[in-house]
């Protein structure tokens, strides 16, 4: 007989699959570090990386520690104190409580913990590789824990080499921590590289002095306080007046009960609180701290714990939209009786101007950032600043330095790197977060198109037509009948206005004949195909023009590396690959 092709993996294989869920990147690990850090009640942290986490994260508290048996057990899978049984799930207090962490770390990496806990005069040590405990002795420390993550991923080849540029994960690193600096008003935070101090938090820094440090001074100047209870609940925190906007969402952060989660329905709150006031494509920051009854919440839903699923939602989104209007209220409401400030900011007919509206008072704004070492501080923000935005910066590319290769590709030159775009994937991105943002938020923008478009359509087609012409009218085409089999394109969704309307939508048709509209979502399927077929296509000439505005629109994407099937839509070739290439090192 065959032998059976199922195999039980090994306790190893299993260790590195699970710890690849937990362990994503180095940033992962110093969130998963200081998170325990913070659980074990430390109020100083200190995190030491050298080439940005990859070769060590060394993460140093003053908590509680962990006497020997402790130590060697910490790192087993599934094992915490933090919880006992299935009832302790529905009411999680602490950062961590999946006993995963140290278990994922330690499968990956060579890790050593050393730690004391109060009371006991010397500390312990242990040394593990591949998740195997190889040593372990006395050791000398004062109460509280140290974990030093070496050569993360040493193991895990494909992992490693998946990595992004250091400063990319640096700058995701100096995120993460920033995060917990933001969150953590009572504890003293110090972020380093080498003997480069990136962040420090002394334990004295109030809110708004954070958000100054994490998130800026633009923000840190126009924000206004928010705040705002339910039963069970309570919300505050900051958000900018409205003159203040990104191009992008990143400066929205949602806490809950402490812990950094993404949330489409918190961010969802926010934009319908600023949507009559904002440009389509600008988004306000937000920083916003919700406590809640742990009962009435669940962050087991993500291995990273990174999203949370609320009982309530309906009330809690509620809330954050009256905290914010209710703050854009008050601020008009200051703001009448000085009418010469209102044509400055146009912004229809909630108007709320800066300088006006109960922003920080002066002496607020001459904070600046709070360095130990004395180095020159405006030094050091600068390169804070320029870590934290090197991603976007890399890709900013001076006027003539744009190519257009083989009618398809969009090659850029930057000083260190070659950024190279498929401008169909790209464009395809663009038009299809464009569509269903406008279904998902606000009416369609549409154009009337001045020459209205007649279209013949076989008996098959129109049968097809007559189904999802309203799906057509819900993502901005107005299609009516006229005549038997004739069909009249009044408008079309604004941005795709000067394509080829009627090729499109036969193309679009065409492709809808081996969909079947009973299994999927019309509008989302039509949505696709429109991105798809209205894009750009490769063998399309583009000009100088066209293609920085393609690029541009690409990174104001939430998702700008890929399709939405999946291909990639830009690459970057650096330094190291240039020189990989040419096996000069
Ligand atoms: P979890 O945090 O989900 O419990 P971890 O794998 O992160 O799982 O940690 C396992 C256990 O090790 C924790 O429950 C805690 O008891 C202990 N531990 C980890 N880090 C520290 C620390 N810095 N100080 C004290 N105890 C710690
Ligand atoms: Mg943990």
Same mark, same amino acid.
């Given at each position: 007989m065959d032998k059976s092709r199922i195999n039980i993996l090994s306790e190893e294989v299993v260790g590195k699959i699970s710890a690849g869920e937990v362990v994503e990147r180095p940033a992962s690990v110093v969130k998963e570090l200081i998170e325990n850090s913070i659980d074990a009640g430390s109020d100083s942290i200190e995190i030491q990386v050298e080439s940005a986490g990859q070769m060590l994260i060394r993460v140093a508290d003053n908590g509680r520690g962990m006497n020997p048996e402790e130590l060697k057990m910490a790192c087993l899978p599934h094992a915490t104190s933090k919880i006992r049984q299935i009832p302790d799930l529905d009411n999680i207090r602490s950062l961590g409580f999946r006993g995963e962490a140290l278990a994922s770390i330690a499968a990956v990496s060579q890790m050593e913990l050393t730690s004391c806990c109060e009371g006991s005069d010397s500390g312990f040590y242990v040394y593990l590789e591949s998740g195997q405990l190889l040593r372990s002795r006395p050791a000398g420390r004062s109460k509280g824990t140290t974990v030093e993550v070496r050569n993360l991923f040493y193991n895990v080849p494909a992992r490693r080499k998946f990595l992004n540029r250091e400063s990319t994960e640096l700058a995701e690193i100096?995120? *993460? %921590? #920033?995060? &917990?600096? @933001?969150?953590? =008003?009572?504890?003293?935070?110090? @972020?380093?590289?080498?003997?480069?101090?990136? !962040?420090?938090?002394?334990?004295?820094?109030?809110?708004?002095?954070?958000?100054? !440090? *994490?998130? #800026?001074?633009?923000?840190?100047?126009?924000?206004?306080?928010?705040? /705002?209870? #339910?039963? +069970?609940?309570?919300?505050?925190?900051?958000?900018?007046?409205?003159? /203040?906007?990104?191009?992008?969402?990143? +400066?929205?952060?949602?806490?809950?009960?402490?812990? &950094? *989660?993404?949330?489409?329905?918190?961010?969802?709150?926010?934009? *319908?609180?600023?949507?009559?006031?904002?440009?389509? #494509?600008?988004?306000?920051? %937000?920083?916003? &701290?919700? =406590?809640?009854?742990?009962?009435s919440v669940d962050v087991n839903v993500h291995p990273a714990k990174l999203e949370i699923k609320f009982d309530d939602e309906k009330t809690l989104k509620n809330a954050v939209i009256r905290s914010i209007k209710n703050e854009f209220d008050s601020a008009r409401k200051a703001e009448e009786g000085s009418p010469d400030l209102s044509s400055e900011t146009d912004l229809r007919s909630q108007t709320v101007n800066a300088d006006s509206s109960g922003g920080p008072p002066e002496e607020q704004s001459e904070f600046s950032y709070d360095f130990t070492v004395n180095e020159d501080e405006s030094q050091k923000k600068e390169y804070i600043l320029r870590e934290v935005n090197s991603f976007r910066d890399d890709r900013k590319t001076p006027a003539d330095n744009i190519y257009q290769v083989a009618d398809c590709y969009i090659v850029r030159l930057a000083r260190e790197d070659i950024t190279i775009t498929d401008q169909h994937a790209a464009h395809e991105r663009i038009l299809y977060e464009y569509l269903r943002g406008t279904t998902e938020n606000s009416p369609i923008e549409t154009q009337n198109l001045l020459f209205p478009i007649r279209m013949e359509l076989s008996a098959r087609e129109t049968i097809l037509m007559e189904k999802v012409i309203d799906n057509f009218r819900d993502i901005g085409f107005l299609i009516e009948p006229f005549g038997e089999r004739s069909f009249i394109v009044q408008s079309v969704p604004a941005l795709i206005k000067d394509r080829d309307i009627k090729t499109v939508v036969e193309q679009i048709l065409n492709d809808l004949f081996s969909v079947d509209l009973s299994k999927v979502d019309p509008v989302n399927e039509l949505i696709k195909l429109t991105s798809c077929r209205a894009a750009i296509k490769a063998g399309d000439k583009?000009?100088?023009?066209?293609?920085?505005? @393609? %690029?541009?629109?690409?990174?104001? /994407?939430?998702?700008? &590396?890929? /399709?939405?099937?999946?291909?990639?839509?830009?690459?970057?070739? +650096?330094?190291?690959? @240039?020189?990989?290439?040419?096996r000069r090192k």
């Open positions: 100096a995120n *993460v %921590v #920033g995060r &917990f600096i @933001l969150s953590y =008003e009572n504890i003293e935070f110090r @972020l380093k590289q080498s003997d480069r101090c990136l !962040l420090h938090a002394g334990g004295d820094l109030d809110a708004a002095e954070r958000i100054r !440090l *994490v998130l #800026g001074g633009d923000f840190a100047d126009h924000l206004m306080g928010v705040s /705002c209870s #339910g039963e +069970g609940f309570s919300i505050r925190g900051f958000a900018s007046l409205p003159s /203040c906007t990104r191009r992008d969402k990143r +400066g929205q952060l949602f806490f809950v009960n402490g812990r &950094f *989660v993404r949330s489409k329905l918190l961010s969802d709150a926010v934009f *319908v609180a600023y949507r009559s006031m904002l440009e389509r #494509g600008k988004y306000p920051s %937000v920083v916003l &701290f919700t =406590e809640i009854d742990p009962s583009l000009s100088r023009e066209e293609m920085h505005s @393609l %690029v541009q629109k690409l990174e104001e /994407c939430e998702l700008p &590396f890929t /399709c939405p099937h999946g291909r990639p839509t830009m690459t970057t070739i +650096g330094k190291k690959d @240039l020189e990989k290439m040419f």
